[in-house]
């Protein structure tokens, strides 16, 4: 009796011993977001050929996986590249424009002259100025940006914007393109800057997505074409950015402005399997982002194939998708259907200098507190991502970009008074902090 009393106590203090050391060993684990936390270039020689051999292995998978799924997209962190000590997140996505000029690199000023864009009501057009701005002390926007009316073909403006994106903590530009030789109405071809826009990225650890922007003929045969074009010329890039979905599938990520324009019959003949040009298991597969403007998107999107949603304006009750009381509607649907749902969040909207008969659609920045207003809003729908709009869409007053004061004889510019000119780079970093803080609890 007394040796068997003694086997059992043994055994006893062998499981209670094998339970502490589980459960221990439970307690040091965090739910983890598949990403190193090391920044692209910096991890050790060996890791590298390891994560090109995955690379490698995952674009494989993409071409053989003929199945869509839900974009959940993890976190993904990495400790910049510069002597700061800070992180960036590729959860938090930022639009970026292309289409300023500067007579000193592109012989003329390009976008800061925008023309005033007249009411489509000829008597209320006539009660508005008309003309074009006259840079450089006239230039087409509210605000005045730090750099004066730059060139987007200047490397120096092209280093100083990274940095400060990089300070915002914004880890994707999300860069408006046009097809090789095409323009918006008011600019000039911009695709070949983009290698430029790529190598400045990767220097500070920030990825790039492509906003795909209408176009005269654009249709879903050209998208198709676009897709192509720029995976097989940019994907190979260290800062083309890929999306993890919750199946593990690693894809580029693409935001279609204006989607509305196309009919959802026409884009399913593109986005789903049984397309007749179908880019559904193909290795130019994608996560594809389509605009919310009005509830029936909502439908039509689910029908054209896509991915999931964004919002894109900056200013609240401009339209359903931007009404920020909307939002928790739209997730729902996207959750219901196997959608992503990117809501937009601004610092502020004012388009009037170059629709001054827009006023009424003018959103105050009221020194950071309509931006941390957007940004809650955003944050309760428990987003993968977040959009902001803009860095530098001076023309709707919609940037982060750094502006000062300026005054001239005829303009009094908006600034960000009595703040420094970094108060949206600041505010956009102390959110994105806050976003991924609250994914961590999001997955407990």
């Known amino acids: 009796m007394t040796r068997l009393r003694k086997k059992a106590l043994v055994a006893l203090f062998l499981f209670t011993l094998f ?24 991890e050790f020689a060996g890791e590298r050929s390891e994560r090109r051999r995955q690379e490698g292995k995952d674009s494989a998978a993409v071409a053989a996986s003929p199945t869509r799924s839900q974009p959940a997209g993890d976190t993904k962190v990495v400790f910049t590249k510069s002597d700061r000590d800070y992180s960036i997140f590729y959860d938090v996505h930022i639009f970026y424009y292309l289409w300023y000029g500067s007579p000193k690199m592109d012989s003329k000023y390009i976008h800061w002259d925008h023309v005033l864009v007249p009411h489509w009501d000829p008597k209320i057009a006539a009660s508005h100025a008309q003309g074009r701005h006259a840079p450089p002390d006239d230039v087409a926007s509210s605000f005045y940006p730090e750099l004066g009316p730059y060139s ?4 120096e403006v092209l280093e100083t914007h990274m940095s400060q994106i990089e300070a915002a903590a914004a880890g994707v530009l999300v860069l408006s393109w046009y097809p090789p030789g095409v323009a918006d109405d008011h600019g000039e071809p911009t695709e070949d800057l983009v290698p430029a826009v790529l190598d400045a990225a990767h220097r500070h650890s920030i990825k790039v997505a492509f906003h795909i922007q209408p176009y005269k003929g654009r249709t879903d045969q050209s998208v198709h074409d676009n897709i192509k074009y720029i995976i097989d010329k940019y994907a190979a890039h260290g800062a083309f950015y890929k999306f993890r979905s919750s199946a593990g599938r690693v894809l580029p990520l693409f935001y279609v402005y204006d989607s509305y324009l196309t009919p959802p019959e026409a884009w399913a003949e593109l986005l789903t399997a049984k397309g007749s040009h179908s880019l559904r298991g193909t290795p130019y597969d994608g996560v594809f982002v389509a605009l919310v403007v009005e509830e029936r998107h909502k439908h039509d999107i689910l029908a054209g194939g896509f991915d999931g949603m964004y919002t894109y304006f900056a200013s609240n009750g401009f339209s359903f998708g931007s009404s920020h009381q909307n939002w928790h509607a739209i997730k729902a649907f996207c959750d219901g259907n196997n959608l992503l749902f990117v809501p937009s969040v ?3 909207y004012v388009d009037t200098a170059v629709r001054p008969w827009n006023n009424h659609n003018t959103r105050n920045r009221v020194n950071g507190r309509y931006y941390e207003t957007s940004l809650q809003a955003a944050l309760a729908v428990r987003p993968d991502i977040v959009t902001v ?16 004061p300026k005054k001239t004889v005829s303009r009094l510019y908006l600034d960000y008074q009595p703040n420094r000119p970094d108060l949206y780079l600041e505010l956009t970093r102390r959110w994105a902090e806050h976003f991924n803080k609250e994914k961590d609890k999001w997955l407990m």
């Open 152 to 155: 987007s073909r200047d490397p």
């Open 346 to 348: 601004g610092p502020g």
């Open 19 to 42: 339970i502490f050391g589980t459960m221990m060993g439970l307690r040091t684990l965090k739910p983890s977001d598949g990403f190193s936390d090391l920044a692209p270039g910096i």
């Open 389 to 404: 709009t803009s860095f530098n869409q001076w023309h709707e007053g919609t940037q982060v970009e750094r502006a000062v």
